[in-house]
């Protein structure tokens, strides 16, 4: 009998099989051992849309109850110009009551340390009194706080500049011992660092959530399908990892597809083209159309070429093409390298060693070939 779908596409969902990243764990297990033992050094996760940071944020957690650690795992939601400090403080002090072990009804108080009024001063003295006090009423020797997308942060930044002000104080220091874990995307992370140029030097302790190699990615798929009477041909196997690059979020979505195309328990190289649109349409919803967006019209031009010639083209390609061939069009060509490199910094395109411009990811790619500038 066919098991139910066993992949999970859904953001912020856990995989069922959490695949690789062995390094990531080993040092996040070194950094544990030397929080409980020294002075904490606090860590920033950082990985694009759809890298699985919250799915290692959560293993994090789980490590850390493993070793006795109390862990609180903290969601943070979109906060616009219209919020304060204080307002991001609050969300994080009621995650963490929230998020750690079961706390009575009075140490449920500790919320009624933060006043109404909404100043800076105040959002720093009161998170103090409140890290203070939950320590007494956590028992341990270590709290481990893991703050994910914290991103989202950015219109109210200072929010991680009074962070950094709190744990570097002479009584948290002395009088807690909490580890700080947060993740965000290196443009929301690089933003707070350019507002808050101390951030940055006091959260020194880095960690890239990277792509899932190509035998983390084989034997990810294989566990997941271990005894759901499902197996992937090898040549679906393949096309995944060479379509995703290892992207977590993509690998689930598309190999989510992929099984629902199962035929008596088996998923040919017939299924790969109608699961390939499916998984693109949804990601043009959930990200792609944002991407695309960022491009002038100009610019989509140049990166419909480049979708359409699957390899790196140089100014010198593209002008030729704008002259002659089936692409010859009205375009200002003494413009394209000002074009190609406002996408480069948009972060749309790479350029390689012999200076072609192309699309890093290869699902954004087929995308826009397939789907976009129709």
């Known amino acids: 009998m066919i098991s139910p779908n066993p992949f999970t596409p859904q953001s912020g969902w856990e995989p069922k099989i959490f695949g690789g990243r062995n390094?990531?764990?080993?040092?996040?297990?070194?950094?544990?051992?030397?929080?409980?033992?020294?002075?904490?050094?606090?860590?920033?996760?950082?990985?694009e849309w759809g890298a699985g940071k919250t799915s290692l944020l959560k293993q994090f957690k789980r490590i850390s109850q493993e070793n006795g650690f109390p862990a609180a795992f903290c969601a943070i939601s979109r906060f616009t110009e219209k919020n304060k400090a204080l307002d991001a403080i609050h969300l994080i002090a009621e995650e963490m009551v929230l998020g750690f072990?079961?706390?009575?009804?009075?140490?449920?108080?500790?919320?009624?340390?933060?006043?109404?009024r909404k100043s800076l001063s105040n959002a720093q003295v009161q998170f103090t009194k409140f890290l203070r006090e939950l320590w007494k009423a956590l028992d341990t020797k270590l709290a481990v706080v893991l703050l994910d997308?914290?991103?989202?942060?950015?219109?109210?930044?200072?929010?991680?500049d009074i962070l950094r002000a709190v744990l570097s104080s002479d009584d948290i220091i002395k009088e807690t011992r909490f580890l700080f874990i947060l993740s965000s995307t290196p443009a929301g992370w690089a933003a707070f660092i350019d507002k808050h140029d101390p951030v940055g030097r006091f959260f020194r302790k880095r960690l890239n959530a990277e792509n899932l190699k190509e035998l983390e990615v084989m034997a990810t798929i294989d566990m997941t399908l271990k005894g759901t009477g499902v197996i992937f041909e090898d040549a679906i196997r393949k096309n995944i990892f060479e379509y995703t690059g290892g992207h977590?979020?993509?690998?689930?979505?598309?190999?989510?597809h992929l099984y629902d195309r199962q035929i008596e328990g088996n998923v040919k190289p017939q299924a790969w083209d109608s699961s390939l649109n499916s998984t693109l349409k949804e990601l043009g919803r959930d990200y792609f159309e944002y991407l695309l967006s960022k491009a002038s019209d100009r610019e989509k031009d140049l990166l419909k070429i480049l979708a359409e010639e699957k390899k790196p083209v140089t100014i010198k390609d593209f002008t030729t093409m704008m002259i002659?061939?089936?692409?010859?069009?009205?375009?200002?060509?003494?413009?394209?390298?000002?074009?190609l490199y406002r996408l480069e910094a948009k972060g749309l395109v790479k350029r390689s060693e012999g200076n072609g411009f192309y699309i890093?990811?290869?699902m954004f790619s087929e995308f826009i070939a397939r789907f976009a500038l129709e």
Not at 101 to 116: E, N, W
Not at 331 to 339: E, M, T, V
Request: proline residues 6%.
């Open 23 to 47: 390094t990531e764990l080993e040092i996040f297990r070194s950094n544990l051992d030397d929080a409980a033992s020294a002075r904490p050094s606090h860590l920033v996760v950082l990985g």
């Open 101 to 116: 072990p079961k706390i009575d009804t009075v140490q449920k108080g500790l919320l009624d340390l933060f006043a109404k």
């Open 149 to 160: 997308d914290t991103q989202n942060l950015i219109e109210v930044s200072n929010t991680i």
């Open 248 to 256: 977590p979020y993509e690998i689930q979505l598309l190999a989510s």
């Open 324 to 339: 002659v061939g089936k692409r010859a069009k009205k375009f200002p060509i003494a413009n394209i390298k000002n074009f």
């Open 360 to 362: 890093p990811d290869l």
